[in-house]
């Protein structure tokens, strides 16, 4: 059977493309095989490897980062669907030179926290306990919504609060919920939680900085009460 027609199934799954990418890393593989990553499928009488390895015999890497799709579908075997996910591909290499990342907002106190969170709940009429993932200089990771519904021990388990921000390398977190009734005071069931999720923070090494309960426009900080 001609190398053409040889399916990629059919190829030792060790030397297919993507498990070489996933195994060794991109650097691995040649322009061509990459290029199959993105491609997929080949042709009837064509694999992605080989049809890869013609694409670039025509246009070498930079002449085919500036082709437009109408004359990438002159090539054979190149239909809409591959010189759109061509086009594609470049275009995101492209944006990714000029890209830079917005700066991570700064939550460095309650008050910060407060103003970060209370738009998100001000209108919420169940209690939402979030959980602002920080890393070291006090900037915001990431935000996740761990429950919403009544609090209480059994909603807001440890390991839900604290397994994105081990996930994601925290140095610390804040956690925050409301009371929809408007009177930011904690409940018992509150201090009984926030000491749970201070003796966790403890044990896998990320500090609860906070517990901030909100309020109608006002809010409570269980650290700024001697309650942490």
Do not use: W
Not at 178 to 204: C, E, F, M, W, Y
Request: overall charge neutral; glycine content about 4%; proline content about 5%.
């Amino acid at each position: 059977m001609s190398e053409y027609h040889i399916r990629i199934q059919d190829i030792q799954p060790k030397d297919r493309p993507r498990e070489r990418l996933l195994k060794n890393g991109p650097s691995a593989l040649s322009d061509s095989e990459l290029l199959a990553i993105i491609l997929r499928t080949g042709t009837k009488g064509e694999n992605v490897l080989n049809l890869c390895s013609r694409i670039l015999a025509t246009y070498n890497i930079q002449q085919l980062s500036r082709t437009p799709p109408t004359r990438l579908k002159e090539i054979h075997g190149v239909g809409t669907a591959k010189a759109a996910e061509i086009t594609a591909l470049f275009e995101l290499a492209r944006r990714l030179e000029t890209f830079t990342e917005e700066e991570k907002p700064r939550i460095s106190s309650p008050e910060a926290a407060y103003q970060f969170i209370y738009p998100k709940l001000r209108e919420q009429k169940k209690e939402s306990f979030i959980a602002l993932h920080l890393d070291t200089k006090n900037q915001l990771i990431c935000e996740e919504t761990v429950s919403i519904g009544s609090l209480n021990a059994n909603i807001v388990h440890p390991r839900e609060v604290f397994k994105t921000a081990i996930q994601e390398s925290a140095a610390a977190i804040i956690v925050a919920h409301n009371h929809p009734s408007g009177d930011p005071a904690p409940s018992q069931n509150d201090i009984d939680i926030t000491r749970k999720l201070i003796d966790t923070g403890k044990i896998v090494g990320i500090e609860l900085y906070d517990h901030i309960i909100i309020g109608d426009g006002r809010y409570l900080s269980m650290k700024e009460q001697n309650l942490i």
